[in-house]
């Protein structure tokens, strides 16, 4: 088992990189989840994508704090896969692997396609809840399994995420459906920071914008 990192650890991290206490803790938790995920029979169907995956797997550290952890699930799959018992697992899984405390709060909002839920946990410092997202819509495929970088004081694991291209195209559809700014921006910053060989495919893979 991992040992809860310290609160001076914590402010450490938080002074490093010029960010707000509470928001390193739940960077921390963030991880301690994923960690959960992996461990978890959940880990079998689904892929991380999005900001978050950007920010633990590809540039941790460097990119911009992302509070959510979204999932995909993998091609041929669908919601249903997904039980309660596998969810009301995850708790005792986390404390298992870090000593944190954990509960599944409130109503599950699911749909066919589409399924959230919110663990609360006891930090360090404070209490907070993460939001868990899962979607059966719009895989792009291939995913690649990932070791997850050591930023704090966790384990080795890995998760299966989207590859960086699926990213950028998963983000520039969200552009066109919702133009929201981080969307613009992690658009903008993988540009800047990644050479992709070619653009066309990335973008052809993503259309058309759903409702068109």
């Known amino acids: 088992m991992d040992a809860v990192i310290s609160k001076q650890e914590l402010r450490r991290a938080a002074r490093m990189r010029n960010i707000s206490l509470d928001l390193v803790e739940k ?6 989840v994923l960690h959960a995920i992996s461990s978890s029979q959940l880990s079998l169907n689904v892929s991380l994508k999005g900001g978050t995956a950007l920010s633990k797997v590809y540039f941790p550290g460097r990119w911009r ?15 249903d896969v997904i039980g309660e018992s596998q969810i009301s697992e995850l ?15 409130g109503n599950f909002y699911s749909n ?5 839920f919110r663990l609360q946990y006891e930090g360090p410092i404070s209490k907070n809840t993460v939001k868990i997202e899962f979607s059966s819509e719009n895989f792009v495929g291939p995913v690649v399994r990932k070791d997850v ?7 080795n694991f890995s998760i299966l995420s989207y590859s960086i291209e699926n990213i950028l195209s998963e983000k520039i559809r969200a552009i066109l459906q919702r133009g929201k700014l981080r969307d613009y921006y992690d658009v903008w910053k993988l540009l800047k920071t990644v050479h992709f060989r070619s653009y066309n495919g990335i973008v052809y893979k993503e259309m058309p914008v759903q409702g068109s």
Not at 27 to 32: H, T
Not at 112 to 116: K, S
């Open 27 to 32: 960077d921390y938790v963030l991880g301690l």
């Open 65 to 79: 704090f992302s509070e959510d952890l979204d999932f995909t699930l993998t091609e041929g799959t669908g919601i």
């Open 91 to 105: 708790p005792s899984i986390l404390q298992e692997i870090s000593g944190v405390q954990s509960r599944v709060i």
């Open 112 to 116: 066919p396609n589409y399924l959230q």
């Open 149 to 155: 970088p050591k930023e704090y004081d966790y384990s």
